[in-house]
């Protein structure tokens, strides 16, 4: 299935990046395979992960770093709507 980023969630993995990137360009580099790797998951297995308290969004962590996906999936193709880091406070939806 064809996974696509909603804008929230492009700039999402923007600023995660960019942070990194900023920290440990190692690090930076190891978060994005992780990503990258997780949203082929979601591409196989858009039924996968978990459900978020979020009606129809689905989440899953980056490997194992503390980022976490959430997508729906609408139309036939998997939809990222938010990647954020699973430390800070639950999300609440939009």
Known sequence: MRVRYTLR?????AAILLYLG????QGMRNV????DNT???????PEGGRRSKETGTRVLPA???PYLI?????????WIVH???GRRKP???E
């Open 9 to 13: 969630a492009s700039r999402d993995l």
């Open 22 to 25: 900023k920290h440990s360009p």
């Open 32 to 35: 994005k395979r992780a990503i």
């Open 39 to 45: 949203e082929r998951l979601i591409g196989q297995f």
């Open 63 to 65: 490997g194992r770093y």
């Open 70 to 78: 959430y997508w729906t999936v609408e139309a036939g193709e998997a």
């Open 83 to 85: 990647i954020r880091d």
């Open 91 to 93: 999300w609440r939806g």
